[in-house]
């Protein structure tokens, strides 16, 4: 909106409907306008039960149960499943999860996630840390060689 020309609206107004056009700059109001809830979750179970082939995440079933419930939960495993090369490779190079996991950089991160040598055991209270370790988002830049976790994930 060209606020010089508008008046009475804040400029972070998050909805305006004038005629036949709405222009919705929040990203929350959209995904309640259009539903996207559901799709979220719909996509979310079908995340979880490709993960579940791999025999690799302990109880993952209350993490489907949390994903029916809790919105955010649902959104990053639907993110997910944009990349599914992505999620493959994670769970076909378990092993080395365990390098993220006892490296210095990401111990602070993922505190309260263990590899037992078989499964990824983690505390229900950390959630979201489990699934941005999941979505393969902690990295180390090629350049500056720093290590980093990617926030998009």
Do not use: W
């Amino acid at each position: 909106l060209d606020t010089n020309d508008t008046f009475g609206f804040s400029k972070n107004i998050a909805m305006v409907i004038y005629d036949d056009e709405v222009l919705i700059k929040h990203l929350p109001i959209f995904e309640k306008c259009c539903q996207m809830e559901t799709e979220f979750k719909k996509n979310s179970a079908e995340v979880l039960n490709s993960i579940a082939s791999f025999k690799f995440i302990d109880n993952i079933e209350e993490l489907l149960h949390t994903a029916e419930k809790d919105t955010r939960i649902a959104r990053r495993l639907t993110k997910m499943n944009s990349d599914p090369d992505r999620v493959k490779a994670f769970f076909t190079n378990k092993d080395r999860v365990k390098l993220v996991l006892k490296d210095p950089e990401f111990n602070d991160k993922f505190k309260g996630i263990e590899y037992n040598g078989s499964t990824l055991v983690y505390d229900s209270k950390l959630r979201q840390q489990f699934i941005t370790l999941i979505s393969d988002a902690s990295y180390e830049s090629i350049v500056g060689g720093q290590k980093r976790i990617d926030n998009s994930l």
